[in-house]
């Protein structure tokens, strides 16, 4: 089974904090994606990863920076994080080529107070 | 810009039901759609539909995929509790030499009642 982890369930942090959020999959997955989830939005992409070191943005990557130092971890940071990133986080992983199913892990739900 | 619309926003229905979910699309280098059930956490995979014409099925659940008019419905027969949750739908576009990427459309929230 294929399992993505992400580092927390629930965070509170104050407006200007520098905010890690981690995800880790076993499956051995090239491609990772970070998504948010917000009320009749529905998941937006912020940025996805194709291999290691390789990044690539997505429909909303500002105030968002990512970083793939490994091929089985993919961090999403908030350089400075406002209210209006207080969100549900998705984390997902997929194998390479373009066809193959996103797993999801079970989300960060992120409080900017 | 990519777009992934889905109707109705929110359903309520009877156990024993049969409901249908639409999912309609605008996007440039489709490659696929998928279709995943969400509850109190991450989404989960039901489907995904390359080819128009095919219906998948599992279970009560199936869905099918018409690439002419651009879009797909899901069909769930005799609905049961458990099978409230927000439907989603996604489309996956090929970005040239880089990883696919998925559009999602904003969800269907079905609550089925006894």
């Known amino acids: 089974d294929v399992k993505v982890t992400q580092s927390s369930r629930y965070l509170v942090k104050r407006t200007g904090e520098k905010v890690f959020l981690e995800c880790v999959q076993d499956?051995?997955?090239?491609?990772m994606f970070w998504y948010r989830q917000d009320p009749g939005l529905g998941l937006r992409l912020i940025y996805f990863?194709?291999?290691?070191?390789?990044?690539e943005k997505g429909d909303i990557p500002e105030g968002y920076s990512v970083s793939r130092e490994k091929k089985e971890r993919f961090s999403l940071i908030l350089e400075s994080a406002s209210t209006n990133q207080t969100s549900m986080y998705l984390c997902?992983?997929?194998?390479?080529?373009?066809?193959?199913?996103?797993?999801f892990g079970p989300g960060t739900r992120l409080l900017v107070l | 810009e990519d777009k992934v619309v889905q109707s109705p926003l929110s359903l309520v229905v009877h156990e024993g039901d049969t409901v249908t979910l639409n999912c309609s699309y605008e996007?440039?280098?489709?490659?696929?759609l998928l279709w995943y059930k969400q509850e109190k956490k991450a989404p989960t995979f039901l489907f995904m539909l390359?080819?128009?014409?095919i219906e998948k099925k599992s279970g009560r659940l199936s869905s099918i995929l018409d690439k002419k008019e651009l879009f797909s419905i899901l069909n769930i027969t005799a609905t049961q509790t458990g099978d409230s949750a927000v439907y989603l739908c996604?489309?996956?576009?090929?970005?040239?030499?880089?990883?696919?990427?998925?559009?999602f459309g904003t969800g269907t929230r079905l609550q089925v009642t006894l």
């Open positions: 997902a992983s997929k194998s390479g080529g373009s066809l193959g199913t996103q797993y």
């Open positions: 499956m051995d997955h090239e491609n």
């Open positions: 990863s194709y291999d290691v070191k390789m990044k």
């Open positions: 996007v440039t280098n489709f490659r696929s």
């Open positions: 390359t080819s128009s014409g």
């Open positions: 996604a489309v996956r576009v090929i970005n040239t030499g880089t990883a696919s990427k998925l559009t």
